[in-house]
């Protein structure tokens, strides 16, 4: 099992351009989350999803939008990105079940994005 | 509004040493809390986690101690060992709320030789 994957690893941006970052989880997991980390700030979260076709917004979803049409992947999109987005970016993704052991959420390696 | 808030921001601590982070929380329907850590250049992973109904929790070196009427909990990291040098979040989470989790800002932790 890969776990939580997320492409890419790194880019650098100019103010006003567009990307997408995709993340893809092999553990059948309902809920998928996107997160930014930001020093000083922890992991504040930007959209999430808890199945299939749905999304919700976050603690700072201005600026981003999320898409998540398979149940394995979830995409941030920047439509026009500023320098204020400059971040490392983390996905993760839960079972949707109760009990204790369905509140873990598993983390991706992180994408690291500088807008210049 | 920063509904948890953790101290400190970074830690120092020698090897066999025992290495505390504190957290506090403002939301009483948190029902479930977690502590994550996290090495350089990798996403956060869960170290241990307790629940409101028990005042401590105890895996390995790892203990969560939880005051609910304080809202306050913390990690205690016994014997640290450099490898134990990470940045530790702790996080809250109301279970009735599709699992969003609630961090804190971090700790980084050193332990030197």
Redesign the interface.
Known sequence: NAG?TQTPKFRVLKTGQSMTLLCAQDMNHE?M?WYRQDP??????IH?S?GEGTT?K?EVPDGYNVSRLKKQNFLLGLESAAPSQTSVY?C?S?Y?G?G?E?????????TRLTVT | QQQVKQSPQSLIVQKGGISIINCAYENTAFDYFPWYQQFPGKGPALLIAIRPDVSEKKEGRFTISFNKSAKQFSLHIMDSQPGDSATYFCAALNTGTASKLTFGTGTRLQVTL
């Open positions: 939580v809920y989350y000083g700030m922890g992991l504040r979260l999430y808890v919700a976050g983390f993760a839960s949707s109760t204790k369905s509140y873990e959420q598993y983390f991706g390696p992180g």
